[in-house]
């Protein structure tokens, strides 16, 4: 659910600033022109995908999926009420980041000490 989720977000984003690039592939000129009006479609099409990734999370550290959460609401604020685009940005980086992060942890788990590496 997570990679589906991240796919969404993804084309949410893609849509919005490469925006040739997304509609030269086949059937996805519909939807990006959606995303790209942020009306009620585009809202959909970023907080649905936004709360699967953190059901799909949910069972990461929790000061980290706070984080993401943060994060994630910051994005769609700053995407659906105007705010400059660098603030959006920033946002934007954030989330990746600690995107970034909460993956790296899952794949490569700190082990304690005394504890055997896998």
């Known amino acids: 659910m997570a990679a589906i989720a991240v796919a969404v977000l993804v084309f949410h984003c893609a849509a919005m600033f490469f925006a040739d ?36 999370l949910r069972r990461v550290w929790p000061p980290a999926l706070g984080w993401l959460i943060v994060t994630l609401v910051g994005v769609g604020y700053t995407m659906f ?20 992060l909460i993956a790296t ?13 896998v």
């Open 105 to 117: 942890a899952l794949v490569f788990p700190l082990r304690r000490e005394g504890q055997a590496a």
């Open 21 to 56: 690039w997304v509609d030269a592939v086949p059937f996805a000129e519909a939807p990006a022109d959606a995303v790209r009006a942020l009306g009620p479609a585009s809202q959909v099409a970023y907080w649905v995908p936004a709360v699967a990734l953190v059901i799909a």
């Open 81 to 100: 009420v105007p705010y400059a685009l660098t603030t959006h940005l920033a946002w934007l980086g954030a989330a990746v980041g600690s995107l970034v």
